[in-house]
T-cell receptor, first 113, second 114 residues
Framework: GNSVTQMEGPVTLSEEAFLTINCTYT??????LFWYVQYPGEGLQLLLK?????DKGSNKGFEATYRKETTSFHLEKGSVQVSDSAVYFC????????????FGQGTRLTINP | NAGVTQTPKFQVLKTGQSMTLQCAQD?????MSWYRQDPGMGLRLIHY???????DQGEVPNGYNVSRSTTEDFPLRLLSAAPSQTSVYFC?????????????FGPGTRLLVL
């Protein structure tokens, strides 16, 4: 079946550090891939997405590239800020079974000033 | 646009009580869904709908009912609440159920069943 595996958390970094949150997936065919962010006490917001191999999604300084050969969609940011503290979810929407998003377990990120 | 709205934000129930979680969207989206979020488990699909009058089960449907009488509204009913249903519930919608479509989430309802 379809699944998403995310880097175990929590992750704690200092402000201006480089961020990578790993995400790998298993799916039949070529799914669409998403990163969602959940700030404390809020719902999930779409951060970025990619719908085909080698696509790069980007938003708010975050980037992720759809790598078909390694079935990965790692989230990166060059210089994190305190305001980036949140829980980050990697998710896929498969061609077969597109009625649902399949989520990873989430990675809690804390940025210290 | 208000996007996806949910009420209530927080609810406490006793075991055996029933209640309805409300969800509405003003984006004219055909596809709507309900997820529950539990610690360390990501989000799991409860029920979904691909249009008014059409609903189907997700991966954890037991104990929940849904109906879709209008495009805008997709309420989730707990018929007889159990402590295992303590969770945070999110409603989501997208233009269609196509694989490339983005799902937009509501702010969530936190439910505690005693």
């Amino acid at each position: 079946g379809n699944s998403v595996t995310q880097m175990e958390g929590p992750v704690t970094l200092s402000e201006e550090a480089f961020l990578t949150i790993n995400c790998t997936y298993t799916a039949t065919g070529y799914p669409s891939l998403f990163w969602y962010v959940q700030y404390p006490g809020e719902g999930l917001q779409l951060l970025l997405k990619a719908t085909k191999a080698d696509d790069k999604g980007s938003n708010k300084g975050f980037e992720a590239t759809y790598r078909k050969e390694t079935t990965s969609f790692h989230l990166e940011k060059g210089s994190v800020q305190v305001s980036d503290s949140a829980v980050y979810f990697c998710a896929l929407r498969a061609i077969q079974g597109a009625q649902k998003l399949v989520f990873g377990q989430g990675t809690r990120l804390t940025i210290n000033p | 646009n208000a996007g996806v709205t949910q009420t209530p934000k927080f609810q406490v129930l006793k075991t055996g009580q029933s209640m309805t979680l409300q969800c509405a969207q003003d984006m004219n989206h055909e596809y709507m869904s309900w997820y529950r979020q539990d610690p360390g488990m990501g989000l799991r699909l409860i029920h979904y709908s691909v249009g008014a009058g059409i609903t189907d089960q997700g991966e954890v449907p037991n104990g929940y009912n849904v109906s879709r009488s209008t495009t805008e509204d997709f309420p989730l009913r707990l018929l007889s609440a159990a402590p295992s249903q303590t969770s945070v519930y999110f409603c989501a919608s997208s233009y269609s159920k196509a694989w490339g479509e983005t799902q937009y989430f509501g702010p969530g309802t936190r439910l505690l069943v005693l």
